[in-house]
């Protein structure tokens, strides 16, 4: 079986502050009902964190849960997990409506680490992201420049990116161009 | 630029992260209709100076459709709710006649 490759392998930029190509990371999307307690147990059961609150993310090492719409939720597990976990998720699910996707290989993922990290980001996204508004734990979807996106921090100077594969390259140039150290802003 | 508040999310969003869907609250002229009823229900629209109820989706978010009501000469937004109605809360209109006293829309005559 040929090899998977994430969408830039080893991209990296290290400027105002760290950006980096992830790497493959597991990606369930998962639609149904959020308030029903079979839901709750089976993405809690395969992502091994708190189900999480309207507009919150979960997220420990390469797992997690992200809340990204009333009805569907975001399950971060290991690359190597996610067809055995989405078919674990549809068992437990038989039965009730509700709809389970590994969307891994639809997606890419990049860091943005450093003092700065907030900076560079605000620089393209629409989305307030003074400390006050954006803290670790909350989970926003949203767009960078022309890109859908969602973003979460992973600590208070790390965010984690999410995009679609097909536009890693344009999504990668430009976390590039807002962190060039010659531009910085200071308002946070 | 107009920030509205998915009722879904509970996310203030910006304009740029939404897509219009133009005038709330239209009913489709159905099977039996006049021809004038149907090009009505297609093409004719309010363009008020004021208040104005629109549907907004959250394109860039959670992908849902909601409704907003705001004031086409400040943009003034007095409140966002749930697509899953065909007028106006309430409330929302006690609280814009609180704003814009005498204010008039076309579904309320
Ligand atoms: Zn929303």
């Given at each position: 079986?040929?090899?998977?490759?994430?969408?830039?392998?080893?991209?990296?930029?290290?400027?105002?502050?760290?950006?980096?190509?992830?790497?493959?990371?597991g990606m369930i999307t998962?639609?149904?009902?959020?308030?029903?307690?079979?839901?709750?147990?089976?993405?809690?059961?395969?992502?091994?964190?708190?189900?999480?609150?309207?507009?919150?993310?979960?997220?420990?090492?390469?797992?997690?849960?992200?809340?990204?719409?009333?009805?569907?939720?975001?399950?971060?597990?290991?690359?190597?997990?996610?067809?055995?976990?989405?078919?674990?998720?549809?068992?437990?699910?038989?039965?009730?409506?509700?709809?389970?996707?590994?969307?891994?290989?639809?997606?890419?993922?990049?860091?943005?680490?450093?003092?700065?990290?907030?900076?560079?980001?605000?620089?393209?996204?629409?989305?307030?992201?003074?400390?006050?508004?954006?803290?670790?734990?909350?989970?926003?979807?949203?767009?960078?420049?022309?890109?859908?996106?969602?973003?979460?921090?992973?600590?208070?100077?790390?965010?984690?990116?999410?995009?679609?594969?097909?536009?890693?390259?344009?999504?990668?140039?430009?976390?590039?161009?807002?962190?060039?150290?010659?531009?910085?802003?200071?308002?946070? | 630029?107009?920030?509205?508040?998915?009722?879904?999310?509970?996310?203030?969003?910006?304009?740029?992260?939404?897509?219009?869907?133009?005038?709330?609250?239209?009913?489709?002229?159905?099977?039996?209709?006049?021809?004038?009823?149907?090009?009505?229900?297609?093409?004719?629209?309010?363009?008020?100076?004021?208040?104005?109820?629109?549907?907004?989706?959250?394109?860039?978010?959670?992908?849902?459709?909601?409704?907003?009501?705001?004031?086409?000469?400040?943009?003034?937004?007095?409140?966002?709710y749930s697509?899953?109605?065909?007028?106006?809360?309430?409330?929302?209109?006690?609280?814009?006649?609180?704003?814009?006293?005498?204010?008039?829309?076309?579904?309320?005559?």
């Amino acid at each position: 079986m040929a090899e998977t490759t994430s969408a830039l392998p080893g991209a990296r930029f290290d400027g105002a502050v760290l950006i980096e190509e992830a790497g493959l990371r597991g990606m369930i999307t998962l639609k149904g009902d959020l308030a029903a307690t079979r839901l709750h147990s089976a993405a809690t059961g395969v992502a091994g964190v708190d189900f999480p609150g309207q507009g919150e993310a979960n997220c420990v090492g390469e797992h997690g849960l992200c809340w990204m719409a009333p009805d569907e939720l975001l399950i971060l597990v290991p690359y190597a997990r996610a067809a055995e976990d989405s078919a674990a998720i549809a068992t437990a699910l038989a039965g009730t409506h509700h709809l389970v996707t590994n969307v891994s290989d639809a997606r890419v993922i990049f860091t943005a680490a450093g003092p700065a990290a907030r900076e560079v980001l605000a620089k393209l996204t629409p989305a307030d992201l003074h400390p006050d508004s954006f803290r670790p734990g909350q989970f926003r979807r949203t767009r960078l420049a022309q890109a859908p996106a969602a973003y979460w921090m992973r600590d208070a100077e790390t965010f984690e990116i999410i995009a679609f594969r097909s536009m890693a390259a344009y999504v990668f140039d430009l976390l590039v161009g807002a962190a060039n150290p010659a531009a910085p802003v200071g308002r946070y | 630029m107009l920030i509205l508040r998915c009722p879904y999310c509970g996310i203030d969003a910006d304009e740029t992260e939404l897509t219009p869907g133009g005038e709330a609250h239209i009913t489709r002229a159905g099977p039996g209709s006049s021809d004038a009823e149907f090009e009505a229900y297609l093409f004719l629209r309010e363009n008020p100076k004021g208040v104005h109820f629109e549907r907004w989706r959250h394109s860039y978010g959670c992908g849902k459709w909601f409704h907003a009501a705001r004031c086409t000469a400040t943009n003034e937004v007095f409140g966002t709710y749930s697509a899953q109605v065909t007028a106006p809360p309430k409330e929302l209109c006690q609280k814009i006649s609180g704003k814009r006293p005498g204010w008039l829309s076309r579904w309320l005559s």
